[in-house]
């Protein structure tokens, strides 16, 4: 709920979108469409917290146009940057010192990545804003929503945004904004996977009561340029195994695009249960291998990022609407798992949404609940999607890669051939990734290599690349429910795996000269908004809250 006692002068909208990412921008862009088709203006607005769009945009990223399609057809007459095309394809399993190949006959149709392209999300993001833009949609970069505002019926009325200039203690300093309401008939909230304002809403409105725990996984990309020799344009190449063993899943892609790109990048789900694990430190082991380490000998590393992912599918999607807004894009959690894909489906979910939103309005309604929004999207080709590959995530989380993997390719072999019927039903979730992390004392420390500074890195030159900056007097965004859990309860009893988990080396263990009183050391300033945080503490303790808008990484080419 928004301070009451702050005055702040406030902004209408027809529309108020909560984040410049796919889903949003998409949102946005059909919402113009519509009132161009129609006659009737629809006035929209799309807060962003990073310093301009893209800036906090990350992914592989290998796109199906399929929504893109739908939304922009003559998208490459408008130069949208995806110019390479899907080439070669290719899934192998990795062992310590070699590879197997898995042939493509053998992998369900809806694995094929040919008719995709290659290329940087941070960058169709940025092209796709400038499209919204063109038709009239105001992008407001750079302010942060910190807060929901409700209206006397506990209705979603707007969000503040653009609060500035508060110091590390808690005092205004002398550049204090309080910022500002912007108000809506309506209230998208498109903050990507683990939104801050998403988890308000959830709670208070109770939109996951029929849904299962969400789960993640935490992706981690670098981006390299390469010897032209070394260059591959347009292949794609995914891989499972090694260095990860078969009960800790994850994987790993690699997309050669652009005159001399790699991309570069592994995947871990969070739901692993040794606390010693440290994501980062398993993707520089994972460079190493043969297979990858070929393509990267010789080039350069030029970009570094990370990101949560959802992970949870069909069985993890919240109710999507409640009085005054909805949630739509990864506030939601779309990803297709198998597909390591989400964007055609965050667009599509933005689309439909807006399609809603847009009749709503030439009904006169407002601030009521979009249960039309809700309809189509169990009718639309995201549920179809994920409702072929809903049995995967909880397949591998059971039976491991090996025995999982298996499985889920019978399973989606099986949903698209009987038009979504499985032998397995419909699995459920168990635990959630923070529940999943065991004590320390059943596992043992592992010992990764350090860094060589060629093929391998440390967090922190990984952090200067991603062009990660928060103004310094502010208070930190990464709150503790009880500052002594780290120290007393996570460290003791889960060798406090917040030094492991964060990809960033946002949090320390610190000891005196005698190697004494332990402390917890939170270096705000180096956060890449991935949210792991917020995710795996096994103790529930880490609350992640929006920064000052403009904070954080600005991606570039990622």
Known sequence: MADEGIARDSMEYDVVIVGAGPAGLSAAIRLKQIAAETGREITVAVLEKGAEVGAHILSGAVIDPITLNDLIPDWKERGAPLETPVTVDQFKILGPAGAAGLPTFLMPPLMNNHGNYIGSLSNFTKWLGGQAEALGVEIYPGMAASEPVFDDGGALKGVVAGVFGVAKDGEKRADYQPGMELHGKYVLIAEGAR???????????????????QKYGIGIKELWEVPKEKHKAGLVLHTVGWPLTDDNGGGSFMYHWGERYVSVGFVVHLNYKNPYLSPFDEFQRHKLHPEIGQYLEGGKRVAYGARAITEGGLQAVPRLVFPGGALIGCSAGFVNVPRIKGTHNAM?????????????????????????????????????????????????SRYGTFWG???????????????????????????????????????????????????TFDKLSSVYLSNTNHEEDQPSHLKLRDPSIPIQVNLPEYAEPARLYCPAGVYEVLYDEAGQNPRFQINAQNCVHCKTCDIKDPSQNIIWTTPEGGGGPNYANL
């Not at 309809?375 to 639309?380: G, L, N, P, T, V």
């Not at 699995?427 to 059943?442: I, N, Q, V």
């Open 195 to 213: 939104g801050s304002l998403s988890k308000v809403l959830q709670n208070k409105y109770d939109l996951c009561a029929d849904s299962g725990p």
């Open 348 to 396: 599509k979910t933005g689309m439909l949404a807006a399609e809603e939103v847009a009749y709503a309005l030439r009904q006169g309604r407002q601030r009521d609940v979009l249960e039309g929004y809700e309809h189509a999207y169990r009718k639309s080709s995201v549920f179809a999607d994920l409702n072929r590959v809903r049995n995967a995530k909880p397949l591998l």
């Open 405 to 455: 993997g298996v499985l889920g390719m019978f399973d989606m072999w099986t949903t698209t051939l009987l038009g979504g019927v499985s032998v397995f039903g419909t699995l459920k979730h168990g635990k959630s990734d923070a529940e999943a992390t065991e004590k320390a004392a059943k596992h043992k420390p592992i010992a990764y290599p350090k860094p060589d500074g060629v093929l």
